[in-house]
């Protein structure tokens, strides 16, 4: 009887919810020509007629529509969710390749018109030296491997055609300083059970900006050939002299997926073996345009499309009261390494070393935009009207082929005298009062005999002025360090470096204490890099596994050691393409913070 009223209290204190229906198509990936596909509608939390089956240039329809249904409930916090979906599939042949348009398909659901979204893909045309199949290793026999049909992934020499690791660039021709986005993707007939980076392509002659990748498979039709392919790395490049800028070819070693097929008597069945090969990328070439001459005056790089304007923080100045100066950079191009901009100010006013801040996002995945602000701290010493006189920005602007000048207005300051000098004491007259003044009373010193005796003979009085001296040289000298400290960017990077790296790695720690290895392995490799760069006073964006190497063997460490880091920085690079146990987590852990040790370990000696 108790667990028959429990159960009737949870049952009233349920309240049910329905989600809103839905109809939506689930396209299909590119296909190649006479392969059969299957386009899907799925319709979500209501109930219809069967849509009717879109026609599709150079597609025929084989059969459909075939349905699945699917219902989940949920309940969370005495709230019940229950779902619902219909997925209606249609099977076609893929006739003839090219550009296929999906239509929007409409079906009516309780007394309202639901309409799936457009959408389209590609019809790849077959392999340009497929053959026709006979029986299921034919294809595999005659060395015509097809990405599409395992029955042609049989265990064999594996070609040059059939795992490729191409280096492109969006573009071919650039100026410099034009954005150019280099792309590594891999294309290959077999799947990928691993994939190991032995050597990185080096990107020397380009500051460069890691790009977001999409790791989905696609079908793609390169050189006569179908592949799955997947972009393995994108970077956002900036090239720095003109002249061919070459990318040298990386290494890679690659654990693929063949197919054995089994004879079972009656039926034939396929056995998956691995086979792990080493292929080397392509050698990029990139041709680089240098700027038109004659280059005008103030011109420092800036290529792209820029606004410029200026404040002054706060409007009204006195002397001796710190304002800023601020110099404000907007727009699109290679905004992240502009130089500061050089300010004259004028005589009587004291300006201090400019600091600026860069805010920059990529747009559209092959340039950036942002801002470059600059401030300038200044402190006036005079009264008096001033001129702060604009510097022109010159840039080279890409859609006209020309150099554009900004001309920043001239911004006048007038300076107040401030509170921040010694006040002079104001006089007040005194009010005349004799009730309280008391008659002098003379003493008659005839008889008195004064001994003097001077401070500066004793001991204490010059032990205190060398202990007030000592003090003094101190403070001078810690005030000297400190100036040379700010000064030192470098040397403050340096001293800082084992620092951040142990805060970084703590929170790497704490996404593997947690499981979430892909945070992981965010944080170690970002730890990691940003360690190197602070102690080999290297740019992030200039950082390469030639130059790592070779700064810390000038650092002092021995070869295994420059291995050891080497290698958990690869490791960290492919994790994402491989599986990993918390045992593989733990371990590359464990080397990462070993490999710190033994750099701060030589720094130490």
Same mark, same amino acid.
């Given at each position: 009887?108790?667990?028959?009223?429990?159960?009737?209290?949870?049952?009233?204190?349920?309240?049910?919810?329905?989600?809103?229906?839905?109809?939506?198509?689930?396209?299909?990936?590119?296909?190649?020509?006479?392969?059969?596909?299957?386009?899907?509608?799925?319709?979500?939390?209501?109930?219809?007629?069967?849509?009717?089956?879109?026609?599709?240039?150079?597609?025929?329809?084989?059969?459909?529509?075939?349905?699945?249904?699917?219902?989940?409930?949920?309940?969370?916090?005495?709230?019940?969710?229950?779902?619902?979906?219909?997925?209606?599939?249609?099977?076609?042949?893929?006739?003839?390749?090219?550009?296929?348009?999906?239509?929007?398909?409409?079906?009516?659901?309780?007394?309202?018109?639901?309409?799936?979204?457009?959408?389209?893909?590609?019809?790849?045309?077959?392999?340009?030296?497929?053959?026709?199949?006979?029986?299921?290793?034919?294809?595999?026999?005659?060395?015509?491997?097809?990405?599409?049909?395992?029955?042609?992934?049989?265990?064999?020499?594996?070609?040059?055609?059939?795992?490729?690791?191409?280096?492109?660039?969006?573009?071919?021709?650039?100026?410099?300083?034009?954005?150019?986005?280099?792309?590594?993707?891999?294309?290959?007939?077999?799947?990928?059970?691993?994939?190991?980076?032995?050597?990185?392509?080096?990107?020397?002659?380009?500051?460069?900006?890691?790009?977001?990748?999409?790791?989905?498979?696609?079908?793609?039709?390169?050189?006569?050939?179908?592949?799955?392919?997947?972009?393995?790395?994108?970077?956002?490049?900036?090239?720095?002299?003109?002249?061919?800028?070459?990318?040298?070819?990386?290494?890679?070693?690659?654990?693929?997926?063949?197919?054995?097929?089994?004879?079972?008597?009656?039926?034939?069945?396929?056995?998956?073996?691995?086979?792990?090969?080493?292929?080397?990328?392509?050698?990029?070439?990139?041709?680089?345009?240098?700027?038109?001459?004659?280059?005008?005056?103030?011109?420092?790089?800036?290529?792209?499309?820029?606004?410029?304007?200026?404040?002054?923080?706060?409007?009204?100045?006195?002397?001796?009261?710190?304002?800023?100066?601020?110099?404000?950079?907007?727009?699109?191009?290679?905004?992240?390494?502009?130089?500061?901009?050089?300010?004259?100010?004028?005589?009587? =006013?004291?300006? +201090?070393?400019?600091?600026?801040?860069? %805010? !920059?996002? @990529?747009? *559209?995945?092959?340039?950036?935009?942002?801002?470059?602000?600059?401030?300038?701290?200044?402190?006036?010493?005079?009264?008096?009207?001033?001129?702060?006189?604009?510097?022109?920005?010159?840039?080279?602007?890409?859609?006209?082929?020309?150099?554009?000048?900004?001309?920043?207005?001239?911004?006048?300051?007038?300076?107040?005298?401030?509170?921040?000098?010694?006040?002079?004491?104001?006089?007040?007259?005194?009010?005349?009062?004799?009730?309280?003044?008391?008659?002098?009373?003379?003493?008659?010193?005839?008889?008195?005999?004064?001994?003097?005796?001077?401070?500066?003979?004793?001991?204490?009085?010059?032990?205190?002025?060398?202990?007030?001296?000592?003090?003094?040289?101190?403070? =001078?000298?810690? +005030?000297?360090?400190?100036?040379?400290? %700010? !000064?030192? @960017?470098? *040397?403050?990077?340096?001293?800082?470096?084992?620092?951040?790296?142990?805060?970084?790695?703590?929170?790497?720690?704490?996404?593997?204490?947690?499981?979430?290895?892909?945070?992981?392995?965010?944080?170690?490799?970002?730890?990691?890099?940003?360690?190197?760069?602070?102690?080999?006073?290297?740019?992030?964006?200039?950082?390469?596994?030639?130059?790592?190497?070779?700064?810390?063997?000038?650092?002092?460490?021995?070869?295994?050691?420059?291995?050891?880091?080497?290698?958990?920085?690869?490791?960290?690079?492919?994790?994402?393409?491989?599986?990993?146990?918390?045992?593989?987590?733990?371990?590359?852990?464990?080397?990462?913070?070993?490999?710190?040790?033994?750099?701060?370990?030589?720094?130490?000696?």
């Amino acid at each position: 009887m108790q667990r028959f009223i429990l159960y009737l209290i949870l049952l009233l204190t349920v309240i049910p919810a329905n989600a809103a229906a839905d109809f939506q198509l689930i396209p299909p990936r590119n296909v190649v020509e006479g392969r059969n596909f299957a386009i899907t509608f799925r319709l979500s939390n209501g109930k219809a007629n069967p849509p009717a089956a879109p026609e599709l240039e150079g597609c025929r329809l084989l059969y459909g529509p075939s349905t699945s249904t699917m219902q989940s409930t949920e309940i969370i916090n005495g709230h019940m969710t229950s779902s619902s979906s219909i997925d209606y599939t249609f099977t076609y042949r893929a006739d003839k390749a090219g550009d296929v348009q999906v239509p929007a398909v409409s079906v009516s659901c309780e007394g309202r018109t639901l309409t799936s979204a457009a959408s389209s893909f590609k019809i790849l045309p077959p392999d340009s030296n497929a053959q026709p199949m006979q029986g299921a290793a034919g294809g595999g026999a005659q060395g015509n491997v097809q990405a599409d049909d395992p029955t042609t992934q049989t265990p064999g020499r594996i070609s040059a055609d059939d795992l490729i690791v191409r280096v492109s660039f969006s573009k071919s021709n650039v100026y410099e300083q034009e954005p150019v986005v280099a792309t590594i993707k891999v294309y290959t007939k077999f799947d990928i059970s691993s994939f190991m980076v032995t050597t990185q392509p080096a990107f020397e002659g380009f500051l460069t900006e890691e790009l977001p990748v999409n790791l989905q498979v696609e079908m793609e039709h390169y050189n006569g050939q179908n592949y799955h392919t997947a972009v393995l790395k994108r970077l956002l490049l900036y090239p720095q002299r003109p002249g061919k800028l070459s990318v040298n070819s990386g290494k890679y070693d690659v654990t693929i997926v063949q197919y054995e097929t089994i004879n079972m008597g009656f039926f034939r069945t396929q056995r998956p073996v691995e086979r792990q090969v080493t292929t080397s990328s392509n050698a990029a070439t990139l041709q680089v345009n240098p700027l038109p001459e004659p280059k005008p005056a103030g011109f420092t790089g800036a290529v792209g499309h820029f606004d410029v304007e200026t404040s002054l923080d706060p409007e009204l100045l006195r002397t001796n009261e710190a304002a800023v100066y601020t110099y404000t950079i907007k727009g699109t191009g290679n905004i992240k390494f502009l130089s500061e901009p050089v300010i004259q100010f004028p005589a009587g =006013i004291d300006a +201090y070393t400019p600091k600026s801040d860069i %805010q !920059a996002h @990529v747009v *559209g995945g092959s340039n950036m935009s942002g801002t470059f602000s600059t401030d300038i701290t200044f402190v006036p010493q005079e009264v008096g009207n001033f001129t702060i006189e604009g510097t022109p920005f010159v840039y080279f602007d890409l859609d006209s082929k020309s150099y554009k000048t900004i001309d920043v207005p001239d911004t006048p300051i007038r300076v107040l005298k401030g509170t921040s000098s010694a006040p002079v004491a104001q006089q007040n007259n005194i009010e005349k009062k004799i009730e309280d003044i008391l008659h002098i009373k003379p003493v008659d010193i005839t008889d008195q005999v004064y001994e003097i005796n001077y401070t500066f003979r004793k001991a204490y009085y010059w032990m205190a002025y060398l202990i007030v001296a000592l003090i003094l040289v101190g403070l =001078i000298v810690v +005030y000297r360090r400190q100036i040379r400290l %700010q !000064a030192d @960017v470098t *040397g403050r990077r340096l001293a800082k470096a084992s620092r951040v790296a142990t805060k970084r790695l703590k929170t790497a720690r704490d996404y593997m204490n947690r499981h979430e290895n892909s945070k992981f392995y965010e944080a170690l490799s970002g730890a990691i890099w940003g360690y190197l760069s602070d102690k080999l006073s290297i740019p992030s964006s200039q950082l390469t596994r030639d130059n790592i190497s070779s700064k810390l063997a000038d650092y002092g460490l021995d070869e295994q050691q420059i291995k050891d880091v080497v290698d958990v920085l690869d490791r960290c690079e492919m994790a994402r393409f491989t599986p990993n146990t918390d045992a593989d987590v733990a371990e590359i852990y464990n080397d990462a913070t070993n490999a710190i040790n033994n750099i701060e370990n030589v720094a130490k000696r």
